[in-house]
């Protein structure tokens, strides 16, 4: 089993920046891929940006390229998301998780899951 722990969401002014961590803990030699996500009402749950986690290949949503970028600290087991320029449009319930095979962009792949935390952005 894999635990996620995601912190750093909040309120912020179009145009502003987050950065959000996520802290995994338990069987993590099993992991793969790791990845953020987002779910904003009424909307499906969406990719952001996954990383693999035993190399540097990345994927990002077209809608954040550019913006966003997802990084990882393997000693630390944690995963981050760096969002500059921010829109209201980003606004959403942010997840971390995690993949025990390789389709990193493939969100049905992912089976752990973080709590999210909120990320709102006011015009």
């Known amino acids: 089993q894999v635990q996620l722990v995601e912190s750093g969401g909040g309120s912020v002014q179009a145009g502003g920046s987050l950065r959000l961590a996520c802290t995994a803990s338990?069987?993590?030699?099993?992991?793969?891929?790791m990845g953020w996500f987002r779910q904003a009402p009424g909307k499906e749950r969406e990719g952001v940006a996954t990383i693999y986690r035993h190399g540097t290949f990345s994927y990002y949503a077209d809608s954040v390229k550019g913006r966003f970028t997802i990084s990882q600290d393997n000693a630390k087991n944690a995963l981050y998301l760096q969002m500059n320029s921010l829109s209201p449009d980003d606004t959403a319930m942010y997840y971390c998780?995690?993949?025990?095979?390789?389709?990193?962009?493939?969100?049905?792949?992912?089976?752990?899951w973080g709590q999210g935390t909120q990320v709102t952005v006011s015009s």
């Open positions: 338990g069987y993590m030699y099993s992991i793969h891929c």
């Open positions: 998780a995690a993949a025990g095979t390789d389709g990193c962009q493939d969100l049905s792949q992912y089976n752990f």
